[in-house]
């Protein structure tokens, strides 16, 4: 653990030392004395994004002088090596979310790391272990604490990237599959498949025995679709791509679709769904008209996604852990950025430049 206390405080405190030890050569306990009373008046520090007001990217504050929490009695205390960057966390710093945090806070939902200590009721981990944590907030640092409950031992196949991948974008993936109760030969079409939540979407559907068609920007994301389990890929900046998607199940449609940015595709989702079918609203960014009578000719249901329940997320991430012990859940990193590029990592995924699961690393 490192200390970044005060430069000035020590050399006032040093050259007090040095001038009474200089007039009074028998007071060889002053230098012992003064460092003890260094050392206990500056706290442990470290470094973490904090913000102080909501709104752009430029709210997002590297300091170094923040106080390393201390774990209560059911919490661990991770040394972070990596956070996962993920949509909500530019929407809570922008003020537009409905639950915000009080200011000032670190954000991030996402961490993975080396437990450093834990409180006096934690019996499942200790010092030294490898873990993922899911957080309210404090991610964006070198250190942070969890609840107990809320951490998880990380395989050592995977990394702390990977680790940092693993919460938010696969317990989102894992609740949106359940509330539109998606069924194995049932076909998906997850429209935004290249990013963290929708490659986790692909790795959970083909576990379950659904066909899994995916939607993305670029030839290298289609690529990684594939690669992740998607049986057939389009790129939705081509014209056209929608009556592919059609002629791929023969006129029939899809029955469920995982939608990414709902203000600009929910209407098209509509008019893509068999009879009966749902789709899950998982990203938004704005408002969209639709027609309702699509709904009602083909009994169709628009179910959001978020706001979990603590039983859903208790749920997904015992099928979370499942899959780590199992093999098929192995997280997909996109680019990396160090601790002090924040900035530039939420302007990224705002911009849908995401392929993979953004991740800032703290060394």
């Known amino acids: 653990m490192r200390t970044r206390s005060s430069i000035h405080l020590l050399s006032v405190l040093f050259a007090t030392c040095a001038l009474q030890v200089a007039t009074n050569e028998d007071d060889s306990s002053c230098s012992f004395d003064l460092m003890k009373a260094c050392r206990s008046s500056v ?60 200011l000032p806070y670190t954000p991030g939902n996402d961490a993975a790391g080396v437990v450093h200590s834990v409180g006096s009721k934690v019996s499942q981990f200790k010092k030294g272990d490898r873990v993922f944590t899911q957080l309210c907030t404090g991610a964006y640092a070198e250190f942070t604490t969890a609840d107990q409950n809320s951490v998880f031992d990380l395989p ?67 690529e990684m679709a594939l690669q992740n389990g998607a049986h057939k890929v389009f790129n939705h900046k081509e014209s056209g791509y929608l009556d592919l998607i059609r002629e791929a199940t ?73 899959g780590i012990d199992q093999g098929w859940i192995t997280p997909l990193v996109g680019k990396e950025y160090l601790l002090e590029n924040v900035t530039e990592a939420h302007r990224d995924i705002i911009d849908g430049n995401a392929r993979g699961k953004m991740v800032l690393l703290v060394p």
């Open 43 to 102: 706290s442990a520090v470290m470094k973490a994004v904090r913000v102080s007001e909501f709104g752009g990217v430029s709210v997002l504050k590297m300091k170094e002088d923040v106080i390393i929490p201390s774990p209560g009695p059911n919490e661990v205390l991770v040394r972070v090596h990596a956070a996962g960057v993920n949509p909500v966390e530019t929407y809570i710093r922008s003020g537009k979310y409905p639950a915000l945090p009080n």
């Open 156 to 222: 050592e196949r995977l990394s702390f990237a990977q680790g940092a991948a693993l919460s938010i974008p696969y317990r989102t993936a894992y609740v949106a599959l359940k509330r539109v109760q998606a069924r194995a030969s049932e076909t998906v079409l997850i429209h935004g498949a290249t990013g963290g939540v929708g490659i986790a979407a692909i790795q959970f559907a083909r576990a379950y025995g659904m066909t899994v068609f995916g939607t993305g920007g670029s030839s290298q994301g289609l």
């Open 250 to 322: 023969n006129d029939d449609g899809v029955d469920v679709i995982l939608e990414m940015l709902a203000n600009v595709n929910l209407g098209e989702d509509l008019k893509l769904l068999k009879m009966d079918g749902r789709v899950a609203v998982i990203g938004n960014r704005g408002t969209v008209e639709i027609n309702p009578r699509e709904t009602m000719t083909k009994r169709l249901a628009i179910i959001g996604v978020g706001r979990f329940t603590d039983e859903e997320v208790k749920e997904a991430m015992a099928a979370v852990v499942g």
